[in-house]
C-alpha cells in the first residue's frame, strides 16, 4: 500500500483509498455482515426517498431488493429464493445469468462496447441479423435495431407512414387494430393501445385517434366463424383512405387481458388489408421467441405481415434491445420519395453489448424454444392450474404454449396475491383480473409445479379475503 501511495505521490496519511471504485468492481472482498445489512436498509430508503419504479407513485413500499439471481431463480437480499415466474416481465426467456449470454457480453465487452451505427457495421450487428432472418419467413428480410419494444413499434408505424407518403398517399396516416391490444407506453404506441381499458386513457390529449375494430370473440380453440372479421372489414371499407396500417399482437393479448384469439383472424385480415393498400403489422414483442409454443405466433396462421416488432426476449432479457423486420416491398418503397431514408436513428441503435446477447440468445432458442419443450411446458401449466377451474371466484383458466393464466371474476390485489405465492417460493406479478405465468423456458417441471401450486393457493386465498367490488361472474 505504501509503495503504491508513493507512486500517486500522495501522503498515507491524506490519501482516500477509493473503496467506491473497488465496490463497483467488486475487488474489496467481502463486507462484514454489519456493513452489508446497512447497506441493505440504506438502499431500501434510498430507493424510497428517491426512485420510481414501473406503474408506481414514487416511494412504493412494496419493493424488494434483489441482490442476485441464477437459472430461474431470484436472489433477495433477506435471503429469499424466489423462482422468477413472469420471467422478469417475460423477457429473461432462458434463466437468469445464463453462462452463454453472460460469456457473450463479457468478451464482446473486451472488445467494443459501443460505436454509433450510422456510418459504422460491427460484426455482432451483422451476426444476429443473420441468425434472426433464418427464423423469420423469408419475406421479411430488412432488420432495423431500436432500443426497445416501445420504440420498435414507433418505428414501424413511422415507417409504414412513410411508405404511404413515399408511394403518393400521404392523407393515409392512420392506423386500425383491435380493441384490448397494449403496444408500449411511447406516445405513438399509447395511441394503438386499447383506449379505455388501456393504461393511457388521461393521455388521449396527447394521442391521434385512430380506428379500433372489436377484438375477436373467438378464441384459439374454438370454430371459426367469418362473421368475427366484419367489424374490422367494415372499419377498413369505410376509412381505408385514411389508414396506413393495421397493428396487432397476433392470436396472444398479452397486457391487454392475457387473450389468445383464433389464428383464422389473421387469415381473414390479410386480404382486407392487401385490398386497401394497408400495411399489416405485427406486434411480436410478447408472442416472439417460442412463447405461445410457435416461433413467433405468426406461424399459426401462416400470415407474413409486412413489418414485424421484437424485443423482450430477443437477448434472453439480459439487456435491452429490440428489432423491426421488414419486407422489401416496404424498404425499398421509401426510396424513390424526399426523404428517402428512413428517419429514426436512436444514438444506441444495434448496441454490440445488446446485439452479443442477442446472438448467444439465439443459440439458446434453438435449444430450449423447441416444440417439445414448449408442449412440456404446456402440459404441466394446464394439469397444474386445473384445480383452479373449480374454485369459487375464477372465471376461466386458460394456457396456450408456455403461458398459464387464471382469470378472475374481479380485480385482484396484486400485493395480497404477490404476498401468498412469495409463501411458495414464487415470484408472481397479477395484474386486473389475471394471475398469470410467463416462466423462463428452461423452469424444469418441480419448478412449473411449485407456480402452478403458488397460483392457485393465490387465486383460492385472495378470493376468500378480497372484496369483490367489480365482480363480472
Ligand atoms: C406486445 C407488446 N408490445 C410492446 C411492448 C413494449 O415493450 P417495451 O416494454 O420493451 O418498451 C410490450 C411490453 O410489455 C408488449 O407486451
Given at each position: 500500500m505504501q509503495i503504491i501511495m508513493k507512486m500517486l505521490g500522495r501522503q498515507t496519511n491524506t490519501f482516500q483509498f477509493p473503496w467506491k471504485w473497488l465496490y463497483s468492481t467488486g475487488q474489496r472482498g467481502e463486507m462484514d455482515g454489519v456493513q452489508q445489512q446497512m447497506n441493505r436498509q440504506n438502499a431500501i430508503s434510498f430507493d424510497r426517498q428517491h426512485l420510481w419504479h414501473p406503474y408506481t407513485i414514487p416511494?412504493?413500499?412494496?419493493?424488494?431488493?434483489?441482490?442476485?439471481?441464477?437459472?430461474?431463480y431470484l436472489h433477495l437480499a433477506d435471503g429469499t429464493k424466489l423462482i422468477d415466474a413472469t420471467s422478469s416481465?417475460?423477457?429473461?426467456?432462458?434463466?437468469?445469468?445464463?453462462?452463454?449470454?453472460?460469456?457473450?457480453?463479457?468478451?464482446?465487452?473486451?472488445?467494443?462496447?459501443?460505436?454509433?451505427?450510422?456510418?459504422?457495421?460491427?460484426?455482432?450487428?451483422v451476426r444476429l441479423a443473420e441468425k434472426l432472418l433464418r427464423l423469420v419467413p423469408p419475406e421479411l428480410d430488412r432488420v432495423f435495431f431500436?432500443?426497445?419494444?416501445?420504440?420498435?413499434?414507433?418505428?414501424?408505424?413511422?415507417?409504414?407512414?412513410?411508405?404511404?407518403?413515399?408511394?403518393?398517399?400521404?392523407?393515409?396516416?392512420?392506423?386500425?387494430?383491435?380493441?384490448?391490444?397494449?403496444?408500449?407506453?411511447?406516445?405513438?404506441?399509447?395511441?394503438?393501445?386499447?383506449?379505455?381499458?388501456?393504461?393511457?386513457?388521461?393521455?388521449?390529449?396527447?394521442?391521434?385517434?385512430?380506428f379500433f375494430a372489436p377484438r375477436p370473440t373467438c378464441t384459439f380453440d374454438q370454430v371459426w366463424s367469418e362473421e368475427q372479421i366484419e367489424p374490422m372489414r367494415k372499419i377498413v371499407e369505410t376509412h381505408h383512405e385514411e389508414i396506413a396500417g393495421c397493428i396487432l399482437e397476433p392470436v396472444f393479448q398479452g397486457a391487454g387481458g392475457m387473450y389468445f384469439y383464433s389464428p383464422e383472424y389473421l387469415s381473414a385480415l390479410r386480404p382486407i388489408c392487401e385490398k386497401h393498400g394497408i400495411l399489416l403489422i405485427f406486434d411480436e414483442i410478447a408472442t416472439g421467441f417460442g412463447r405461445t409454443g410457435k416461433p413467433f405466433a405468426q406461424a399459426y396462421a401462416g400470415v407474413v405481415p409486412d413489418i414485424m416488432c421484437m424485443g423482450k426476449a430477443l437477448t434472453g432479457g439480459a439487456?435491452?434491445?429490440?428489432?423491426?423486420?421488414?419486407?422489401?416491398?416496404?424498404?425499398?418503397?421509401?426510396?424513390?420519395?424526399?426523404?428517402?431514408?428512413?428517419?429514426?436513428?436512436?444514438?444506441?441503435?444495434?448496441?454490440?453489448?445488446?446485439?452479443?446477447?442477442?446472438?448467444?440468445?439465439?443459440?439458446?432458442?434453438?435449444?430450449?424454444?423447441?416444440?417439445?419443450?414448449i408442449h412440456r411446458i404446456n402440459r404441466k401449466l394446464t394439469e397444474g392450474l386445473d384445480s383452479a377451474k373449480k374454485l369459487t371466484g375464477v372465471q376461466n383458466v386458460r394456457t396456450l404454449g408456455a403461458i398459464g393464466v387464471i382469470e378472475m371474476c374481479s380485480t385482484v390485489n396484486r400485493v395480497k396475491t404477490s404476498e401468498i405465492a412469495k409463501r411458495h417460493g414464487v415470484h408472481l406479478r397479477p395484474f386486473g383480473r389475471y394471475i398469470y405465468t410467463m416462466p423462463p423456458l428452461v423452469t424444469d417441471d418441480m419448478a412449473l409445479d411449485r407456480i402452478t401450486h403458488a397460483m392457485c393457493e393465490a387465486a383460492a386465498r385472495v378470493t376468500h379475503s378480497d372484496q369483490m367490488t367489480d365482480t363480472i361472474c
Open positions: 416511494g412504493d413500499p412494496h419493493i424488494a431488493e434483489v441482490v442476485g439471481a441464477q437459472g430461474v416481465w417475460w423477457c429473461v426467456a432462458y434463466g437468469h445469468q445464463h453462462p452463454h449470454i453472460v460469456e457473450a457480453i463479457q468478451r464482446q465487452a473486451s472488445q467494443l462496447t459501443h460505436v454509433m451505427f450510422g456510418s459504422f457495421t460491427h460484426t455482432p450487428a431500436a432500443d426497445s419494444g416501445s420504440v420498435s413499434v414507433e418505428c414501424a408505424l413511422k415507417l409504414a407512414i412513410q411508405y404511404q407518403y413515399a408511394t403518393g398517399h400521404p392523407e393515409k396516416n392512420r392506423f386500425v387494430t383491435i380493441r384490448g391490444g397494449y403496444h408500449g407506453d411511447t406516445t405513438g404506441a399509447m395511441a394503438v393501445c386499447d383506449p379505455e381499458d388501456g393504461m393511457h386513457q388521461i393521455f388521449s390529449p396527447l394521442l391521434r385517434s385512430h439487456i435491452s434491445l429490440a428489432a423491426m423486420l421488414c419486407n422489401e416491398k416496404v424498404a425499398m418503397g421509401i426510396r424513390d420519395h424526399v426523404p428517402s431514408a428512413f428517419m429514426h436513428g436512436p444514438t444506441f441503435m444495434a448496441n454490440p453489448l445488446a446485439c452479443a446477447a442477442g446472438s448467444a440468445a439465439l443459440d439458446l432458442f434453438e435449444e430450449y424454444g423447441t416444440i417439445e419443450n
